[in-house]
């Protein structure tokens, strides 16, 4: 709750834990993740940073031993899939 505020896009909306599962024990965690990588970067060089980024994060955070980080890339974007800024009727 208080850290979904925290995340941009968090508060008014549950994209902040799309792609997220997480199996919780009392000292253990193992998380899955869905990503979206940008065409033309190294699917396993992004794998290992999200990896190696999100493990540190949760334990630093939670005290939690992270045994599993499971991530799937659920979408490639592509260069001419920008997400397009709405224009705004004053300039």
């Known amino acids: 709750g208080a850290m979904r505020e925290r995340v941009p896009g968090g508060s008014s909306s549950k ?3 799309r792609g997220v599962k997480a199996e919780v024990g009392e000292v253990q965690t193992a998380l899955d993740l869905e990503i979206v990588v940008d065409y033309g970067v ?5 794998a290992k940073d999200v990896r190696e980024n999100v493990i540190a994060a949760v334990e630093r955070m939670t005290g939690l ?3 599993e980080v499971n991530i799937a890339v659920s979408d ?9 800024e709405p224009e705004t009727r004053l300039q």
């Open 76 to 84: 490639v974007k592509l260069p001419d899939e920008e997400e397009d």
């Open 42 to 46: 190294s699917i396993a060089d992004v």
């Open 15 to 17: 994209s902040a834990t």
């Open 65 to 67: 031993e992270v045994v």
